[in-house]
DNA sequence: TAGACTAGAGAACGAACGTTCTCCCGCGCA
DNA sequence: TGCGCGGGAGAACGTTCGTTCTCTAGTCTA
């Protein structure tokens, strides 16, 4: 059974991922997650409270789901790729339409400091987590630094042409720049 | 001698990169450009319609830059890299804010196709010039693809952390896979 | 010079926004 | 049963937005 807090924030989650953050109203999300707009804004101050608060949940989910698939294989030399394996599958589900801190960055980045931390802490994240898995599969760390880039290139280029495929072509030159 | 295109072009472009889209309102458009309101509507449709016109703009002159640099050398081996020389030095400038059309299109790339459209263009025109500049210098059309990888990801990695070595660690990757 | 047209400055408009307030129903307790 | 209170539904508020309209001053032509 969800709570209240849930609701707001698969809500807040899937419109804002979907439509951008100030194209989707308060009123949107009233209806979306079914809770009355008193009960909103007593569970979080405001609208930019919402995304900074759906942002970190889904960060932790994010990096949950990518450690657990990459983490997954027991050579620690395989882990730097399986990342890019999920990659493959997450670009390629529906509604796909990038990276949902760079789409707010991009939006909000320069009026939210909140929204810009949110941000950076996120890939701050995920930079270390690719630099442990690279370097427990006996990569230097200038190899990690090239994956994480290969990593949001892909991103983001998958973002914008819909094309899940760049997470194949990261995936190999991650492959050349590991065996190098 | 500017033309009233140029005045509004240039207000938009450095307001929209510097804020974001919806940020900006047309009076702080009127303000920045000193032009009436009724010339804007005049010179373009609307709001929407000045966006895409200072993308397509931009994007003539930041292809321009990118090439003029990168033609430069002589020598057809050295220009993949020299994209990354460039790239350094554009992503070190004043106010860098990341990539104006993986901003554009994570806030409207959803609401607006114009807007999108202008943006898969852009990039596909860039991953055109690099394939060519990379198959030039005797580099697959995988590496080629995985060089436009990490330009995306130099672009998008710099904007958020605001450092631009981003471009350094990418100029390393790409001389590696040019090697392999 | 007289008149018609252009274009500038900014008021005005209707819609939509985030946020707050009002009203009232229903539950818990004495 | 009577009373009080928390919370639900949605109206209301003030602001801001993109766009259009009004009014006026200037300019070119006959």
């Known amino acids: 059974m969800p709570t209240d807090q849930d609701r707001l924030l698969d809500a807040a989650e899937k419109l804002f991922y979907e439509r951008g953050y100030q194209a989707v109203g308060m009123d949107a999300l009233r209806e979306a997650s079914g809770l009355p707009l008193k009960r909103i804004y007593a569970l979080y101050g405001g609208k930019d409270a919402i995304a900074v608060a759906m942002l970190d949940r889904r ?3 994010w990096r949950h789901a990518l450690a657990a698939h990459a983490s997954h294989d027991p050579e620690p ?3 730097p790729l399986a990342i890019f394996d999920w990659l493959e599958t997450w670009l390629a589900t529906d509604g796909h339409r990038g990276c949902a801190w760079i789409n707010a960055y991009g939006e909000l980045g320069s ?4 929204i810009a931390d949110a ?3 996120h890939k701050a994240r995920v930079r270390e987590y690719v630099a442990d898995i690279v370097e427990a599969a006996g990569g230097t760390p200038e190899t990690a ?3 994480s880039l290969l990593l949001e290139g892909a991103m983001v280029t ?3 042409t819909g094309d899940p495929s760049a997470a194949r072509h990261a995936r190999h030159a991650a492959a050349t720049l590991l065996q190098s």
Chains 1, 2 share one sequence.
Do not use: M, N
């Open 111 to 114: 009026t939210s400091p909140a």
């Open 145 to 147: 630094h090239s994956i």
């Open 119 to 121: 941000v950076r802490e």
């Open 158 to 160: 998958a973002g914008i």
């Open 77 to 79: 030399a395989h882990r």
């Open 59 to 61: 960060d932790l989910r």
